[in-house]
Structures are given as structure tokens and as C-alpha cells.
């Protein structure tokens, strides 16, 4: 499985951005997928995830209200729309992938792509 994440920028505090993964080269549409990200001089950690369907979502409590993650799996991506963006939203972003929520959950996905920037100012 390959990820590509795209959609990554430079917005000011209170703006919004949506970030787009696409999966190619395996059963990805099965998988659970998700978003997390190092800001700088961190640890990576965990953004949002969603089932296979999307009926199932989860998220940081740090993002909870203001990021909205969705998938499409007829076209093999997954988004997170991030509204009233905040200068500690400021963090590469990544996108996984893994056929084990827990694996997945703790950032241990078998699957990742490479980063997108994504920068806010005040």
C-alpha cells in the first residue's frame, strides 16, 4: 500500500485547510485510516482516525470539534478538513494505514506516507 498526502500550506490562525490522502497498490479501502502529526521538535502523535465505512471516527482531544476526517473509498482517499486552525496546529502531517485499529491507534501502522507541511501563523 502507498499513501500520498497532499494539501498541506501556510494559513493564518482561524483559517481552515483540508488535507487529501490517496491509497493506491493494496486492500487499503478495508483498512483503518488516519492522520497524525509531529510539529516541531515533538513526538509524532495521533490527529483522527476512521473505519473502512466511516461510520466509525475518532479523534484527539486536542482536534476534537474543529478537524472533520471522511474517506472515499471509491476513490481511495481519505480528507481531514481543519477549521479554526491554531498556531499549535503547526506539525508535518501523515497519513496511515492499517488493517488493526489498535496497530493503527498507537502509531504503529504497518502503512504511512510522506508528510505534508502544514504551517499557521497568528
Known amino acids: 500500500v502507498q499513501l500520498q498526502a497532499s494539501g498541506g500550506g501556510l494559513v493564518q490562525a482561524g483559517g481552515s485547510l483540508r488535507l487529501s490522502c490517496v491509497g493506491s497498490?493494496?486492500?487499503?479501502?478495508?483498512?483503518?485510516m488516519g492522520w497524525f502529526r509531529q510539529p516541531p521538535g515533538k513526538e509524532r502523535e495521533f490527529v483522527a482516525s476512521?473505519?473502512?465505512?466511516?461510520?466509525?471516527?475518532y479523534y484527539a482531544d486536542p482536534v476534537k470539534g474543529r478537524f472533520t476526517i471522511s474517506r472515499d473509498n471509491g476513490e481511495n482517499t481519505i480528507y481531514l478538513q481543519m477549521n479554526n486552525l491554531k498556531t499549535e496546529d503547526t506539525a508535518v502531517y501523515y497519513c496511515?494505514?492499517?488493517?488493526?485499529?489498535?496497530?493503527?491507534?498507537?502509531?504503529?501502522?504497518?502503512?504511512w506516507g510522506p508528510g505534508t507541511q502544514v504551517t499557521v501563523s497568528s
Open positions: 497498490g493494496g486492500a487499503h479501502s478495508s483498512y483503518v
Open positions: 496511515a494505514a492499517d488493517a488493526n485499529r489498535e496497530l493503527l491507534l498507537r502509531g504503529h501502522s504497518d502503512f
Open positions: 476512521i473505519n473502512w465505512s466511516g461510520a466509525w471516527t
